[in-house]
Antibody, heavy 124, light 111 residues
């Protein structure tokens, strides 16, 4: 059974940093791309970042480019999101999602499993 | 404002057929496949349709997807109360450096 468990969320002041983690199990982690998708309170889904199976290809939404860094440790079956210079508009539930292909940016890619999310609140 | 356009709401009575549209452009739906996600109240999204019209195992055949040009649709036949949820379309967008885009979501109410 595929399981994705996010952690690391919390309340943080604007301008500070936070690191999210996603522990994966139930599948061969290094065969697949991984993604972060967020959902602001009462709003829709927004793709944040994706990373290919071997970290060779990475992408970000314009809204977080230059502030967030995605990474993965295949030996630990874990995905990370380092979030710097946080803003109020980054407040959201952050989901870790498994890709269906090795490449995050292939047209045949889709998000076939999702974690339950970790809440990030940016406020003074 | 979302790159993919969905109606904010839709409704139907049990047993009815409802459709939800998703409109995009040549850089996303026009050149890439469309996926649909279902988000039941208080839960994480779940993959409903992939590659325009494919159902993952476990998804009832009451759910179907289609794509034509720069638009896509999700159809739900034999509507059931448990179908009440938010539905999102998504596609890869080739513009600029490339990125994934979602529709704004459609809240389906079963009357």
């Amino acid at each position: 059974e595929v399981q994705l468990v996010e952690s690391g969320g919390g309340l943080v002041q604007p301008g500070r940093s936070l690191r999210l983690s996603c522990a994966a199990s139930g599948f061969t982690f290094d065969d697949y791309a991984m993604h972060w998708v967020r959902q602001a309170p009462g709003k829709g889904l927004e793709w944040v970042s994706g990373i290919s199976w071997n970290s060779g290809s990475i992408g970000y939404a314009d809204s977080v480019k230059g502030r967030f860094t995605i990474s993965r440790d295949n030996a630990k079956n874990s995905l990370y999101l380092q979030m710097n210079s946080l803003r109020a508009e980054d407040t959201a539930l952050y989901y870790c999602a498994k890709g269906h292909t090795p490449l995050y940016d292939s047209s045949g890619e889709y998000f076939d499993y999702w974690g339950q999310g970790t809440l990030v609140t940016v406020s003074s | 404002q979302s790159v993919l356009t969905q109606p904010p709401s839709a409704s139907g009575t049990p047993g009815q057929r409802v459709t939800i549209s998703c409109s995009g452009s040549s850089s996303n739906i026009g050149s890439n496949t469309v996926n649909w996600y279902q988000q039941l109240p208080g839960t994480a999204p779940k993959l409903l349709i992939y590659s325009n019209n494919q159902r993952p195992s476990g998804v009832p055949d009451r759910f179907s997807g289609s794509k034509s040009g720069t638009s896509a649709s999700l159809a739900i036949s034999g509507l059931q109360s448990e179908d009440e949820a938010d539905y999102y379309c998504a596609a890869w967008d080739d513009s600029l450096n490339g990125h994934w885009v979602f529709g704004g979501g459609t809240k389906l109410t079963v009357l």
